[in-house]
């Protein structure tokens, strides 16, 4: 195994300017992610400079086998932690031979909502903190969870440390360097309240960036689990009964509610989310209702709520941003298996765009 070892992590440098090139796009469920490799001829670091792929897009549920094929237009570059060098990691969205998106591509939508003007001018700023759970392979429960049987209740897992209160960890950390040396702006990490749960947090990232980077850090974190023999899950309520859910908690700011007054525009902006409650929770991820049940640090999915501090709202202020009169809010209804394009395109389109 030693040589197979020595053959994965040859260094081309040494040998050819040839650089290979992992294009990853999303599959038809939505939160499939899908990936495979072409060879270039030298170095690339700007997107527009890659060539378009197509892919068979029968397989992946996104096309009828009669006109199977789908494009692939590259849309943004990371280094690639796995083969390191200058081989690369390519984001891409999905398109039709004639040049249409096709109904799963949520990227297009968003880059339109972040190009408006408007929303330019405003310079959305986002921390995603994104949690999941880890599962052990043939039974599909969690790490560190006894085999048909729970662990002690929550209360010492959450950012906890030891044997038997961190499970998992070698694949967090793992994860966390990998994102890094990818360029991810990946912000932490910590242990979550449901043992074998863990949370990153990406941010604060601009616009369109924010999305691109939750995608190919989730890539890198599926990459990791399957080198681990884990399987990793991003169901909203992984175990049912008296634990903790997974959410994707979006903390936003725009520059007005950055500056003196701001938290005048985030109350502004509250109100219209609130306008819109149905119309988010929609849209923020699958089996969502099984999370947000106002039980375990969540809010009634039926009922909008804010509050400074109130982990238990729809929308949590933080202290500071009170205190100075300016700052970001956290919206805490996404899901964990929440589209980023998705849900960060639709705050910036309610808060800025939106006329009630």
Known sequence: MSLLSDLVNLNLSDSTEKIIAEYIWI????MD????????????????????????????????????????????????????????????????????????????AAA????????VAEVPWYGIEQEYTLLQKDVKWPIGWPIGGFPGPQGPYYCGVGVDKAFGRDIVDAHYKACLYAGVNISGINGEVMPGQWEFQVGPSVGISAGDEIWVARYILERITEIAGVVLSFDPKPIQGDWNGAGAHTNYST??????????????????????????????????????????????????????????????????????????????????????????????????????
């Open 112 to 119: 339109k909502i972040f190009s408006h003007p408007d929303v």
């Open 33 to 108: 992610l899908r990936s495979k490799a072409r060879t270039l001829s030298g170095p690339v670091s700007d997107p527009s400079k890659l060539p378009k792929w197509n892919y068979d897009g029968s397989s992946t549920g996104q096309a009828p086998g009669e006109d199977s094929e789908v494009i692939l237009y590259p849309q943004a570059i990371f280094r690639d932690p796995f083969r390191r060098g200058n081989n690369i990691l390519v984001v891409c969205d999905t398109y039709t031979p004639a040049g249409e998106p096709i109904p799963t591509n949520k990227r297009h």
């Open 255 to 356: 520059k007005s509610m950055r500056e003196e007054g701001g938290y005048e525009v985030i109350k502004k902006a509250i109100e219209k989310l609130k306008l819109r409650h149905k119309e988010h929770i929609a849209a923020y991820g699958e089996g969502n209702e099984r999370r947000l049940t106002g039980r375990h640090e969540t809010a009634d999915i039926h009922t909008f709520s804010w509050g400074v501090a109130n982990r238990g709202a729809s929308v949590r202020v933080g202290r500071d941003t009170e205190k100075e009169g300016k700052g970001y809010f956290e919206d805490r209804r996404p899901a964990s298996n929440m589209d980023p394009y998705v849900v960060t395109s639709m705050v910036a389109e309610t808060t800025i765009l939106w006329k009630p």
């Open 27 to 30: 599959g038809g469920s939505g």
